[in-house]
């Protein structure tokens, strides 16, 4: 087989060894626009995973690798003239250029063809070849010029970065945040080499230009920034190796590339010319070693192309999406870096070890015991307002909201249980919320309950508008507050464009055969139904009947309220454009659409006891374009706060049938992280959380201040026992009557634990 890698980068020079080592008859070239030994860019940082899986491919030049390794474990972050350290990191560093040099050494060996100083535009004089690999790099020419095929989503990051080198041995891992008078600027700094340390400066664009890098040449800039982080460098200078660029041009924004297909024809692309990983997680080179791997097995191990083509992209495609989906959370932190830093430098820097959601609470747990005991100390404190005699996981701090006190973090998502009839609870309502209170939770929320029987999703809804409705639910709020010490919540809401319709279990969204009018803020439907157009006497009705569901659920001595304004019913469609579609004051800007939903809102709060908080639960985001965003999800928060919200519990989605979610663990934090850290608004996370560490993980990096779980629930009423005992929390009260299964469930699961056999 003839082959031309185009591209002599790590990754190109990579499979063109790995090829060669399979099939030694194979006729491989690798062309290069750079000189021999020459390149951008200072350092490389790896894991001991990436090593061992190039010992695995190729010992001899993996030894060579690892003999020029410089290893460090800790991480420095220096702001606000404190620097706080954390160890146990385990990072390996390499010079670019030592790393380039090394494989074009070892490609020699192997009788590999290398073509230097030539510029490759496109792939027309590689057509004699059976196989081309695009291995050129970020700007790849050959992903460009097939880009039909390819179909390329190119993100280039708001953020400006500069990649220097310095003579400064920086033994951590060292991250450096400077507050100028035009914003923050901070460097990612790290050693390589015996005598070199990568220095990569980053900052937002506003601050990049408000201190004019875009009219300074490239040594004014290197200047100014030897002067900003002089206290740093020890008067060691900044050095630049980028004599292709001149003038501000030095200065990159970061572009998230991502591909549909990564073969066409006889054309494959590999490494940063099919996707890139933010710097800030230093996996690039990583990614493009392991395409490198892949590959060259698939072709191997298949007697065709497109066989071997197709293998590669779905054994890598995985992989790559997790690593970049950690990636975009990493960039997105750095992207918004002020709404941290007014954090006590302890969680500040939790949070930004914790950022991209690949280490979690328990993992920062096995690096440096030490350190996270510390930070869960002080964390506690800032908690409880007392001092901590010892560390304690941050979901079993206690939190308060007016007057009501919660003894930990974790909440019982509302969720719908289509079980009353009409509208009253029943026996399997009081086992159910029963058991959850038991079962250690700070806070239940009830499933979303009606105002009025025409408000109901399905006619298996609780509603709470009649005197039996307010005995039911009283008998289950009484039993909670006798035998716990759990509060609890009502959840009223008003189905609106999604109500008169079959429970889940026999078709979700399906519209009953026989059922009543939906109303809605506009004749938009949310599947098949159209609303009736509410007028604004019909909106003052349910006012109304919201007034008196608080009424009756103060009776019941519910201990907070949340006000359903997300997931497409009734106040959420008056928030999204997508179904509002109003002329009058209630429609077009979010202050009009924001009219009414507030308006009910002010209500309630007026009759409900200023000692009790309420919350008011949002979809951040529609998910379709057009909809609600993030961005206005953080003033909609703001406007429900300052009209009187204690916290927010986001959510997303569910709001038009056409909705293109992004799913994955813990999805719908960012949307919270946003709304608490921008808008100072406290915070309710919701969505695909279910492990202790996702709580713990939320809670301390400040991405909320409750969370909310769901299926975890269902399958496990006694899931925040369990946690307590995983976590040896021994403080956790239990009913009295279950006292004597306590002891057994905390030894036999530190045991299990000891033995690494807990699931």
């Known amino acids: 087989m003839k082959i031309v890698c185009i591209g002599g980068g790590p990754g190109g020079l990579y499979f063109a060894i790995s090829m060669k080592l399979r099939n030694p008859a194979y006729e491989i070239t690798v062309v290069e626009q750079n000189k021999p030994h020459d390149t951008f860019g200072w350092g490389i940082v790896f894991s001991d995973q990436t090593l061992e899986n190039l010992q695995l491919n190729d010992p001899e ?15 420095d972050v220096h702001i606000h003239g404190k620097v706080i350290r954390s160890g146990g990191h385990g990072f390996i560093g390499i010079g670019r250029l030592r790393l380039i040099t090394i494989l074009q050494e070892r490609a020699a060996e192997l009788g590999i063809k290398q073509v230097f100083e030539t510029q490759v535009e496109n792939s027309d004089n590689y057509e004699n070849y059976d196989l081309v690999v695009a291995s050129d790099g970020i700007n790849s020419k050959i992903r460009t010029q097939h880009a039909a095929h390819f179909q390329p989503d190119i993100d280039l990051r708001r953020n400006k970065f500069i990649w220097l080198g310095t003579h400064k041995l920086f033994e951590a891992f060292t991250f450096i945040f400077i507050k100028t008078e035009h914003g923050w600027i901070w460097a990612h700094a790290y050693r390589f080499a015996d005598d070199l340390s990568t220095f990569i400066v980053e900052c937002e664009p506003e601050t990049w230009n408000a201190l004019g890098f875009e009219d300074m040449s490239k040594e004014e800039a290197i200047g100014f920034l030897e002067s900003l982080f002089a206290d ?20 990159m924004n970061f572009p998230r590339v991502t591909c549909k297909h990564w073969y066409h024809q006889n054309i494959v692309l590999l490494g940063d010319a099919v996707h890139t990983a933010h710097f800030s997680i230093g996996s690039g080179t990583k990614l493009a070693f392991e395409d490198g791997i892949s590959l060259a097995e698939s072709i191997h191990q298949n007697s065709n192309l497109a066989d071997a083509f197709k293998c ?3 054994e890598r495609e995985i992989e790559v999406l997790r690593l970049q989906n950690a ?116 806070l239940i929320f009830t499933e979303m309950t009606h105002v009025s029987k025409e408000a109901r999703i399905t006619p298996s809804c609780t509603g709470m508008y009649k005197e039996e409705h307010r005995q039911g639910w009283k008998r289950i709020v009484d039993f909670v507050h006798q035998q716990s010490q759990a509060k609890i919540a009502l959840q009223l809401g008003h189905a609106g464009p999604k109500g008169s319709t079959k429970i889940m279990w026999e078709g979700q969204d399906t519209a009953l055969e026989e059922g009543w009018p939906i109303v809605g803020p506009s004749a938009v439907p949310y599947k098949d139904q159209i609303p009736h157009v509410l007028t604004k006497a019909e909106m003052r009705e349910i006012q109304n009947q919201f007034v008196k569901a608080v009424q009756l659920a103060e009776e019941c001595d519910f201990d907070m309220l949340e006000f359903h304004c997300g997931h497409g019913y009734l106040f959420s469609a008056f928030i999204t454009p997508l179904s509002n579609k109003r002329t009058d004051e209630y429609g077009g800007s979010l202050a009009n659409r924001m009219r009414y939903p507030l308006e009910v809102f002010q209500a309630i709060r007026s009759v409900w006891p200023e000692q009790k908080p309420i919350s008011v639960r949002i979809s951040a985001h529609d998910w379709v374009e057009g909809g609600v965003d993030d961005e206005e999800a953080v003033l909609i928060a703001k406007m429900f706060y300052e009209a009187g919200a204690d916290i927010i519990n986001v959510s997303s989605g569910q709001t038009n049938i056409n909705e293109k979610p992004v799913f994955g663990r813990m999805f719908q934090t960012p949307f919270s992280d946003r709304i608490r850290n921008e808008a100072k608004v406290p915070t309710i996370a919701v969505g695909a959380i279910f492990e202790t560490d996702h709580v713990n993980s939320i809670i301390a990096a400040g991405r909320a201040d409750l969370c909310c779980l769901a299926r975890p ?47």
């Open 312 to 314: 590669y992209q779905d």
């Open 61 to 75: 030049s993996a030894e060579t690798i690892r003999k020029s390794f410089a290893y460090w474990d800790d991480i």
């Open 713 to 759: 629930h269902l399958s496990n009423p006694y899931w925040t026992l369990h946690a307590a005992a995983r976590q040896n929390h021994l403080e956790q009260a239990w009913p009295v009557q279950y006292l004597a299964g306590k002891r057994q469930l905390e030894v036999n699961t530190q045991r299990a634990l000891q033995m690494g056999t807990l699931i």
């Open 232 to 251: 740093y460098l020890d008067a060691n200078p900044l050095m630049e190796n980028a004599k292709h660029l001149r003038g501000s041009s030095v200065w």
């Open 327 to 442: 990636a975009r959370n990493s960039t997105a932190w750095f992207e918004n870096l002020p709404r941290y830093t007014d954090f006590s430098t302890t969680q500040f820097t939790y949070s930004l070890l914790t950022r991209s959601q690949r280490v979690s609470h328990e993992n920062l747990r096995l690096r440096d015991k030490t350190w996270l005991e510390s930070m869960e100390c002080e964390f506690a404190e800032n908690a409880s307002g007392t001092a901590a005699q010892t560390p304690t996981s941050p979901m079993f701090t206690p939190f308060s909201l007016r007057k009501m006190k919660l003894v930990n973090r974790v909440a019982v998502s509302p969720m719908a249980m289509y079980s009353a009839e009409d509208g009253t609870v029943s026996d399997f309502h009081l086992v159910h919320y029963g058991s959850r209170a038991l079962g250690g939770a700070g």
